[in-house]
């Protein structure tokens, strides 16, 4: 999966980095190679807390109905 990133220099130094797709996924560096792996890291975390929310809504919806059971199966 691509995402574009902007990259901004900042007049104190350094970069900062952020994803339009990705609302508040931003980081910084002090060099471009940095603050692209800094990035990097920050989109895997956004996209790995919206798997998370989106398992507790399902989870949430599901026990909202009558005659359902739960169980837990390891892969």
Not at 27 to 48: D, F, H, P, W
Not at 50 to 68: A, F, G, H, P, S
Request: charged share 35%; hydrophobic share 35%; aromatic share 6%.
């Amino acid at each position: 999966m691509k995402f574009r990133v902007i990259i901004e220099p900042q007049p104190e130094g350094g970069y900062v980095a952020y994803v339009p797709a990705l609302p508040g996924c931003v980081s910084q560096g002090e060099t471009k190679e940095e603050v692209l792996r800094n990035i990097k890291e920050a989109i895997e975390l956004y996209l790995e807390v919206v798997e998370e929310q989106k398992l507790k809504d399902t989870m949430r919806e599901i026990k909202r109905r009558d005659n359902v059971q739960i169980a837990e199966v390891s892969v």
